[in-house]
């Protein structure tokens, strides 16, 4: 009988699922998750502090300063997210069959995983949280989409419809630095029709691409994804961009197991995850709504 449980520990299947989601979320590439240690089961939450502004004032040579009083806020933010795999592995198959199978089926269900998780993060967290405050005004709206061409032919071009998000940004005070952008395929195609994406620093060897990055333009650090709500690359996709500390994720995996099946010849394997997001800074996040002309 095919032992799996001594063949791969849980602890080692669970670090293969949780490295295999690390490196291919895309939206998670653009959030704020340092509170992702923080967390354990369903039913958390976390306080996330949101640091207002500090005043600067003009000094003058032997007159007193003034201190303000500062009052840091915080937002709940709750781990409401619940999602898990299970699958099978036969006795039958061969003893070194069996690690390759866990091993591969563990990394497909930490890909499965992820599109879960940047299908939330992105249609309901984002979408949801870019709300009046933030940068969204003049971006489009799902009833009437920005067309954008890779030379301006038709709507904007691909340069202006960037510069368009960018300045959005800008009259919100957002910092130039780490801003990224979570974009469609389409859309990346008219970048490279356009010839403007540049490579980003750093990005080099088998690992440039991972997390959906593909490069620089504008500014912007550029992801690929497809799971922004789209109803087609004609009638409007959402594209967002920002910085990394305008949405705040945490999520967990906190339990993974081999389990012997009571009516089958074969070992179980399952494993919960649970998390959670929320846009925790609005104004930071830009949202826009462009359709390919």
């Known amino acids: 009988m095919a032992n799996l449980s001594a063949l791969i520990p849980s602890d080692v299947l669970a670090a293969m699922v949780e490295e295999a989601l690390r490196k291919s979320l895309v939206a998670g590439a653009a959030v704020n998750n340092k509170y992702e240690g ?31 009083s500062l009052d840091a806020a915080s937002q709940l933010l709750k781990v409401d997210q619940q999602k898990y795999f299970a699958f099978d592995i036969e ?11 866990a091993s591969l089926y563990s990394q497909r269900a930490a890909y499965n995983m992820r599109d879960a998780i940047d299908q939330w993060l992105l249609q309901t967290v984002m979408s949801n949280g870019a709300g009046v405050k933030g940068a969204t005004y003049g971006l489009g709206t799902t009833v009437t989409p920005i067309q954008v061409s890779y030379d301006g032919t038709t ?26 952008a979570i974009i469609p395929p ?80 074969a070992d179980g394997v399952r494993g919960l995850y649970v998390f959670g997001g929320k846009v925790t800074q609005v104004k930071g996040l830009a949202k826009a709504v462009f359709s390919a002309a």
């Open 155 to 180: 709507g904007l071009s691909v340069v202006e419809a960037l510069g368009t998000i960018a300045k959005s940004l800008d009259y919100n005070h957002v910092p130039q630095e780490g801003r990224f």
């Open 186 to 265: 389409w859309f990346h195609a008219l970048l490279v029709q356009a010839q403007i994406l540049e490579q980003a620093n750093g990005m080099a060897g088998d690992d440039a691409f991972a997390n959906g990055r593909i490069g620089r333009a504008f500014g912007f650090n550029l992801y690929k994804s497809t799971n922004a709500t789209e109803a087609s690359y004609e009638t409007g996709t959402e594209i967002f961009a920002g910085i990394d500390m305008a949405t705040t994720y945490v999520g967990n995996l906190t339990n993974v197991e081999v389990v012997r099946r009571d009516k089958r010849m």
């Open 91 to 101: 006795d039958i198959d061969e003893r070194q069959s069996i690690v390759n199978i």
């Open 38 to 68: 923080t967390i354990s089961q369903a039913g958390d939450s976390v306080s996330i502090p949101v640091i207002g502004d500090v005043t600067v004032n003009d000094y003058t040579k032997g007159t007193d300063i003034t201190y303000e």
